[in-house]
Every structure is written in structure tokens, then in C-alpha cells.
């Protein structure tokens, strides 16, 4: 596998314990999401380095997630129905800032002067954005909050067969580590707060402004 990892417990004390913060593996170049799919829609992306093939619909919103532990409580550890095989898509991480530049949330904020212009920017958008609990390896939810990103559209087709870099099937990592949860020896992909560089994107998709001694290294 390409991904880097760390022992859990020395990365959780340097991630932030609240707020709203995009965690993913990344670096100049790409960004890992994770997303999680029946075996025979896994096997063809694995296979073909891009999604597609009978069971793959790009008529329906696919949601991905930079988070492991956030895919992980999703999916129950690869063991919820449909959710087996766990992938880890490494994007171009230009691919990936375009997403959240054209990401509304799924709920009204500040960041929209009304609803009515919160609803305009819904129906024109292809990119649904949810912020929701973090979880502990144990399922636990957490003060901190994940994002995931809902595509569809244009930018499904991009996401699903243009801005791939690569993609792996980390299931058997994953089996591992859930045996090895509440243990010193649980490893997670090495993760790290991604900056956001846009003022204004960061502001409509409402990330947290990090304290300087939360700041990554």
C-alpha cells in the first residue's frame, strides 16, 4: 500500500479536539478520500484505476470522506452490508480543492445572506457538504467534526475517471486494525489538518481557523 501510517495513539493528542476540520492524508500533488463499495464495485475500480462498470451509478450522489476513522464508523469496520471493501482514492489535489470550492452546505449557515439564496446555491451546486461527528476508533462520537462531500453530476464524472491518481483496497488493513482497537498497536492512515489556502471557500464551507499551536508539525 502507498499510504502512510502512524500508531493512532500518537496522532490523536496533535489533532485539534473541536471544531470543524477537513483531516486527510496529502501531499503537494494528491489527497486520500475513502470510500466504501460492495466487492464487485470495488474489483472493477481496482482493476480499472477509475469507477465505473455495471454496479457503479453515476446517476446518484457518491459521498467521500479524508477521514479513516469517519469511514470507519460509516462502514462498522468493513462489516455493514455494501460497505465490505474499503477504498482509499488518491485524488490530484487540485481535483480535490475544486470540490470543496463548489461544496454548499448541506444545511443553511451565515455563510448565505437568506435561504432563499442557500436553496439557489443547493440546486446549482454539485457538491453537498455535511460536517458531522468525528468518532474514536470505538465508534464514540467526538466534540471535532468530519466532513464528507456528496458528489454528483460533472463533478462525479471528474472525481470518478479524471482526477484519480490511484486507488487500493485497504480492506485487509482494515480487518487488522479493528482487532487491534483499545490496544497501543492500533495503526490509522497518517493524517493532518489540510489548509484550505482560498479565504473564501474556507468561509463557506465554514472550516475552523486553527489556533497556532494546533498547527500541523
Do not use: C
Not at 28 to 44: C, L
Not at 128 to 137: A, F, G, N, S
Not at 183 to 210: G, K
Amino acid at each position: 500500500m502507498t499510504l502512510r501510517f502512524e500508531p493512532h495513539a500518537e496522532q490523536e493528542p496533535r489533532w485539534p479536539p473541536s471544531g470543524r476540520h477537513v483531516l486527510a492524508q496529502y501531499d503537494d500533488e494528491s489527497v486520500v478520500v475513502y470510500q466504501a463499495y460492495r466487492p464487485e464495485t470495488a474489483r472493477f475500480a481496482v482493476e480499472h484505476q477509475r469507477f465505473g462498470g455495471p454496479t457503479f451509478s453515476f446517476g446518484r450522489m457518491s459521498w467521500v470522506k479524508p477521514n479513516f476513522l469517519w469511514m470507519m464508523f460509516r462502514s462498522g469496520w468493513g462489516t455493514k452490508e455494501g460497505q465490505e471493501v474499503t477504498l482509499a482514492v488518491r485524488l490530484r489535489r487540485s481535483g480535490f480543492d475544486a470540490i470543496l470550492a463548489a461544496a454548499v452546505p448541506s444545511s443553511p449557515t451565515d455563510a448565505f445572506p437568506d435561504s432563499s439564496a442557500w436553496k439557489a446555491a443547493v440546486r446549482g451546486s454539485e457538491v453537498r457538504l455535511q460536517w458531522d461527528p468525528d468518532h474514536d476508533p470505538h465508534g464514540r462520537p467526538l466534540v471535532r467534526r468530519a466532513i464528507q462531500l456528496g458528489l454528483r453530476g460533472e463533478m462525479l464524472r471528474r472525481y470518478a475517471t479524471e482526477w484519480i491518481v490511484g486507488v487500493e483496497n485497504v480492506s485487509a488493513f482494515v480487518a487488522e486494525q479493528r482487532s487491534l482497537r483499545g490496544t497501543a498497536a492500533l495503526s490509522t492512515p497518517f493524517e493532518q489538518v489540510y489548509p484550505i489556502v482560498d479565504p473564501e471557500v474556507a468561509r463557506r464551507v465554514q472550516v475552523t481557523p486553527l489556533a497556532s499551536d494546533d498547527r500541523n508539525g
